[in-house]
């Protein structure tokens, strides 16, 4: 739990602090109910479609696995027919569905409309692939479809409201308000948050009628388009109806029922202060202890009333820690943290947050990821979005212990981001690279106080240290007794972290350069130069790596000479065109002609690659595999357990569990719907790898899709990826020791 701040900042006067945490709502007296019998508006129901939505619900109904469309020579009279006639009745779910789909989406509109109007087969539409045929019908036929969907929304399907608006849509949306849905919005509070001021509108009359369940139910609405849209939205909402009208619900109070609990575990004396901006004063243990209530009672998607406001006066450093305060101190609660504790920690967190965050939610595993809603606490890294808080979302969808959910849904994150700043996802990494705090020559000045250090690293990303005279040491030295007592100790500290900053970054950006001389990723030019050959730390692994730049005219070998300039295989120095295309050749595609010179080069200037690509093995298919989907020559092979987990740390993944616990596939990605797949015996049990030491290949087949059951030929893959392959199964059957690159 988080212990007190060891020097406490003053308290502010009460003159000072947000009214809600001085007066908050739950201490307002209640008012006498006003009752003015006002008539609810008479108008139709309208469909309001937010973009994309409709063209979204077109494709609903073939989006249903169990739905296929009818042949476009179907005979539309003949089964326009069968449900005029009540034959369609006797037809299986499935069927009725289908036939029902053909004349909703594909026959003149007419057929489509006339079965709209038959209440018979209403029943038909509410199950739930008959609600994504429905979907489609009122994306189609717009009016037609409504007193089927209103009469749906009111018994059982009230997800089909979103893009109606209407009185007897809000009077449907009034009476399910209370709905609690267990990690979604509720679909009437979706409704009013989506229509807002005109779903207010026409909740009035109802919040202004006899007491009764309805007009708690539309308080209640009323309130929750006050958290969400403003007290003037519903204020406004209010004044078609006149000004007795107005001054009604503008006294409306925004809370309703017993104050908010305090968990015992949130003690304020033990919780950190929260400052008030520009950091001069505190909020006192009263107004805190509110601050805390208000946070207890919110969610991401609903905060307590008034809180948003009261926010804005904190100071946002003090709010973040009170929300990792509450997030350590919380015990027992369902999901990864209680709803009012991941408001705060999304809503209040900072990259420090982001710093504390990321590693817990790295060990997360894939029970508790799913049990706990865990994915949802990725939302902070993308909502900070700086270069340190994406930085922890792509290590996340690539080292996260739940593969499934939390690197799936990082990744998916990663890209909304890089898609909102027109990039690719690898191009958003490659601008996420870290300078830490070098200056271009890739050194930085660590201060002692009477004593200063230049810090670098060599082009194998080794520290040096230069002291004031200028002699090279092969550490950082420890602080003396001559040194400044503060600015040491923290310039010692901060030489460890940037050796670990670096070994990391460095890591990371090994794996993606060798993953993507395989795959054969591409640069333009001024990429090349501003994310590599200008990075203080990349330029020195770019620099040990043969390059290739492709134009209209010709394609060129190249690599990073000392002195960040380029040369050629001649060792002349070259100019990159503007319009160049710059890949990381792999050795099959350069082939042996064009690698024996740059062996020769990279030997005689003692260059160590830091990953293998001049020396590296290539595999390619015998003449007589070319053409196949299966490779007979890795089949019935022994092999032993090490050797297929070995694979699992260079891109290959068991497949699930099967009968009795064992994983009897391993697989890897061979490009976009491409996988290759080994079968095992006796397979690997995932409770105790080591009990079948002893392994043998079934199978080695390539598919377009895991689980397509349709196969493809090896010959047609990148040459690459290929060799790759080939160099995996090779190694998985014939282990042999091969050169090491440098590190």
């Given at each position: 739990m988080a212990q007190p701040l060891p020097s406490r900042v003053k308290d502010a006067p009460g003159s000072a602090l947000p009214s809600p945490l001085v007066n908050p709502p739950w201490t307002w007296p209640d008012t006498e109910p006003v009752v003015l019998g006002l008539a609810a508006p008479r108008e139709p129901v309208t469909l309001v479609w937010a973009p994309g939505e409709q063209e979204k619900w077109l494709k609903e109904p073939y989006g249903w696995k169990r739905v296929e469309p009818l042949p476009d020579d179907t005979d539309w009279d003949e089964v326009a027919e069968t449900f005029a006639s009540g034959e369609a009745l006797s037809l299986e779910g499935d069927r009725l569905l289908e036939r029902a789909a053909g004349l909703l989406m594909q026959a003149p509109p007419e057929y489509g409309e006339r079965l709209l109007a038959d209440e018979r087969y209403w029943k038909a539409l509410s199950t739930f692939a008959g609600q994504h045929v429905l979907r489609g019908a009122v994306?189609?036929?717009?009016?037609?479809?409504?007193?089927?969907?209103?009469?749906?929304?009111?018994?059982?399907?009230?997800?089909?409201?979103?893009?109606?608006?209407?009185?007897?849509?809000?009077?449907?949306?009034?009476?399910?308000?209370?709905?609690?849905?267990?990690?979604?919005?509720?679909?009437?509070?979706?409704?009013?948050?989506?229509?807002?001021?005109?779903?207010?509108?026409?909740?009035?009359?109802?919040?202004?009628?006899?007491?009764?369940?309805?007009?708690?139910?539309?308080?209640?609405a009323l309130r929750f388009v006050i958290r969400v849209h403003g007290e003037e939205t519903v204020v406004e909402a209010a004044r078609p109806y006149g000004e007795e009208a107005v001054a009604a619900i503008g006294a409306l109070n925004p809370h309703s029922g017993p104050p908010p609990e305090v968990p015992a575990w949130a003690d304020t004396e033990l919780l950190p202060q929260v400052l008030l901006r520009g950091g001069r004063l505190a909020l006192p243990a009263t107004a805190t202890r509110n601050l805390v209530a208000m946070v207890c009672a919110s969610s991401v998607r609903e905060p307590y009333p008034g809180l948003r406001q009261v926010e804005e006066l904190l100071d946002p450093a003090s709010l973040a820690e009170l929300a990792w305060a509450l997030y350590t101190a919380e015990r027992g609660a369902r999901h990864w943290a209680s709803d009012g504790v991941r408001y705060a920690l999304l809503s209040w967190g900072d990259d420090r947050t982001a710093d504390r965050l990321a590693p817990v939610v790295a060990a997360w595993n894939k029970s508790y990821v799913g049990d706990r809603d865990g994915t949802t606490a990725l939302e902070l890294f993308a909502r900070l979005g700086t270069d340190g808080a994406l930085r922890h979302l792509h290590r996340l969808s690539t080292t996260a212990r739940d593969r499934e959910r939390t690197r799936w849904h990082a990744r998916?994150?990663?890209?909304?981001?890089?898609?909102?700043?027109?990039?690719?996802?690898?191009?958003?990494?490659?601008?996420?690279?870290?300078?830490?705090?070098?200056?271009?020559?890739?050194?930085?000045?660590?201060?002692?106080?009477?004593?200063?250090?230049?810090?670098?690293?060599?082009?194998?990303?080794?520290?040096?240290?230069?002291?004031?005279?200028?002699?090279?040491?092969?550490?950082?030295?420890?602080?003396?007794?001559?040194?400044?007592?503060?600015?040491?100790?923290?310039?010692?500290?901060?030489?460890?972290?940037?050796?670990?900053?670096?070994?990391?970054?460095?890591?990371?950006?090994?794996?993606?350069?060798?993953?993507?001389?395989?795959?054969?990723?591409?640069?333009?030019?001024?990429?090349?130069?501003?994310?590599?050959?200008?990075?203080?730390?990349?330029?020195?692994?770019?620099?040990?790596?043969?390059?290739?730049?492709?134009?209209?005219?010709?394609?060129?070998?190249?690599?990073?000479?000392?002195?960040?300039?380029?040369?050629?295989?001649?060792?002349?120095?070259?100019?990159?065109?503007?319009?160049?295309?710059?890949?990381?050749?792999?050795?099959?595609?350069?082939?042996?002609?064009?690698?024996?010179?740059?062996?020769?080069?990279?030997?005689?200037?003692?260059?160590?690659?830091?990953?293998?690509?001049?020396?590296?093995?290539?595999?390619?298919?015998?003449?007589?595999?070319?053409?196949?989907?299966?490779?007979?020559?890795?089949?019935?092979?022994?092999?032993?357990?090490?050797?297929?987990?070995?694979?699992?740390?260079?891109?290959?993944?068991?497949?699930?569990?099967?009968?009795?616990?064992?994983?009897?596939?391993?697989?890897?990605?061979?490009?976009?719907?491409?996988?290759?797949?080994?079968?095992?015996?006796?397979?690997?049990?995932?409770?105790?790898?080591?009990?079948?030491?002893?392994?043998?290949?079934?199978?080695?087949?390539?598919?377009?899709?895991?689980?397509?059951?349709?196969?493809?030929?090896?010959?047609?893959?990148?040459?690459?990826?290929?060799?790759?392959?080939?160099?995996?199964?090779?190694?998985?059957?014939?282990?042999?020791?091969?050169?090491?690159?440098?590190?």
């Open positions: 994306a189609r036929h717009g009016q037609a479809a409504g007193p089927v969907a209103l009469r749906l929304m009111e018994r059982t399907a009230p997800d089909l409201s979103p893009p109606f608006l209407g009185p007897e849509v809000a009077q449907i949306m009034i009476d399910r308000i209370a709905d609690r849905a267990m990690r979604e919005e509720a679909p009437a509070k979706a409704w009013f948050r989506r229509h807002g001021r005109e779903a207010a509108r026409l909740a009035v009359p109802h919040a202004l009628g006899e007491p009764g369940p309805r007009r708690r139910h539309a308080e209640e998916y994150l990663l890209g909304r981001i890089a898609g909102e700043r027109g990039l690719t996802v690898e191009q958003l990494i490659d601008r996420l690279v870290p300078g830490l705090g070098l200056d271009a020559g890739g050194t930085t000045v660590l201060d002692y106080g009477p004593r200063r250090f230049t810090v670098g690293f060599d082009e194998r990303l080794m520290p040096f240290v230069i002291d004031e005279s200028g002699k090279r040491r092969k550490t950082l030295p420890k602080p003396g007794v001559r040194d400044d007592a503060t600015l040491a100790p923290a310039a010692h500290r901060r030489f460890a972290e940037l050796r670990k900053e670096v070994r990391t970054a460095t890591t990371e950006q090994l794996t993606r350069l060798e993953d993507a001389m395989i795959t054969g990723r591409t640069w333009t030019a001024g990429e090349f130069r501003d994310v590599f050959v200008a990075h203080p730390l990349l330029w020195h692994i770019v620099r040990r790596l043969v390059w290739s730049a492709t134009t209209d005219e010709r394609t060129t070998t190249f690599r990073v000479a000392e002195d960040r300039t380029l040369a050629g295989v001649d060792d002349a120095a070259l100019t990159l065109p503007d319009d160049a295309t710059v890949c990381l050749p792999h050795p099959i595609t350069l082939g042996e002609e064009a690698l024996r010179p740059w062996r020769q080069i990279f030997a005689d200037y003692e260059i160590q690659q830091p990953f293998l690509q001049l020396a590296r093995p290539t595999h390619t298919l015998a003449e007589e595999e070319h053409g196949l989907a299966e490779l007979a020559r890795f089949e019935g092979r022994a092999t032993d357990f090490g050797r297929v987990l070995a694979l699992t740390r260079r891109g290959w993944e068991l497949r699930g569990k099967e009968y009795s616990g064992f994983r009897r596939q391993v697989t890897r990605t061979a490009g976009p719907g491409r996988h290759v797949m080994v079968f095992l015996d006796p397979g690997i049990r995932v409770s105790a790898p080591g009990e079948h030491a002893e392994q043998r290949t079934v199978r080695v087949t390539l598919w377009t899709g895991l689980g397509s059951g349709v196969l493809h030929p090896f010959s047609e893959l990148d040459p690459a990826v290929l060799s790759e392959i080939l160099t995996d199964l090779t190694s998985l059957i014939e282990p042999a020791a091969g050169p090491q690159a440098a590190p």
